[in-house]
């Protein structure tokens, strides 16, 4: 392994962060974290090229604005639903986040995880019949597809979610320690000598 994912993930956070134009400096990042935010600079191009320098990643966040939107107009008749469906979003957003965790996004589309998650928070809300909501979305805006087989889907996001667990921190540092075991030793000095031609660039 040439590169500890640790690092990846921090340099991915700081391009993610101009991406969406939320610019936050190298110096800021690290600071907050207590790491050298060198470590970012050096690692940016890599991770950039990468991605082949494509930034654009669809998540299921804007998908689940728009379901909810249509939930809207399907079922918010008065005040009293309006706010039945402001606490669908908060909790199919809440959804979001744990499918975001799993390795469900790498599987599955940005609109099934969507799905998956409002159908989770509308068990929890009771406020609509999902199935019912699937069908009229299904014959509105994919009349060819199936509802069998879109279940299916939704259910194997299900079973990832349920799966999910928090690793507590001595797991991580188990984790930790066998990672660095796996770091080339190569990788070492090529980081060096990213970081000898960082200072003699800046000088």
Do not use: W
Not at 21 to 40: F, R, T, Y
Not at 71 to 80: A, H, R, S
Not at 108 to 116: D, R, S
Not at 180 to 203: I, W
């Amino acid at each position: 392994m040439e590169h500890h994912p640790k690092n990846i993930m921090l340099t991915c956070i700081y391009a993610a962060c101009k991406a969406e134009e939320n610019h936050v400096s190298a110096e800021e990042l690290g600071k907050g974290i207590e790491q050298d935010h060198q470590m970012i600079l050096n690692n940016e191009m890599l991770v950039l090229q990468s991605l082949g320098f494509d930034l654009i990643v669809y998540a299921p966040y804007r998908a689940i604005e728009g379901f909810v939107n249509d939930v809207e107009e399907l079922f918010g008749e008065n005040d009293g639903q309006l706010e039945n469906i402001k606490d669908l979003h908060v909790s199919a957003t809440t959804e979001v986040d744990k499918i975001m965790r799993t390795d469900a996004p790498l599987l599955f589309p940005p609109g099934q995880l969507a799905l998956a998650a409002l159908r989770r928070a509308s068990s929890l809300n009771k406020f609509i019949d999902f199935e019912r909501y699937l069908k009229s979305m299904l014959s509105r805006y994919h009349p060819s597809h199936s509802i069998s087989e879109l279940n299916l889907c939704l259910s194997e996001i299900d079973k990832l979610i349920d799966t999910l667990e928090t690793p507590t921190s001595k797991d991580v540092k188990h984790i930790d320690r066998k990672l660095k075991s796996c770091l080339d030793p190569s990788s070492h000095d090529k980081s060096k000598k990213r970081k000898h031609k960082s200072k003699e660039s800046s000088t």
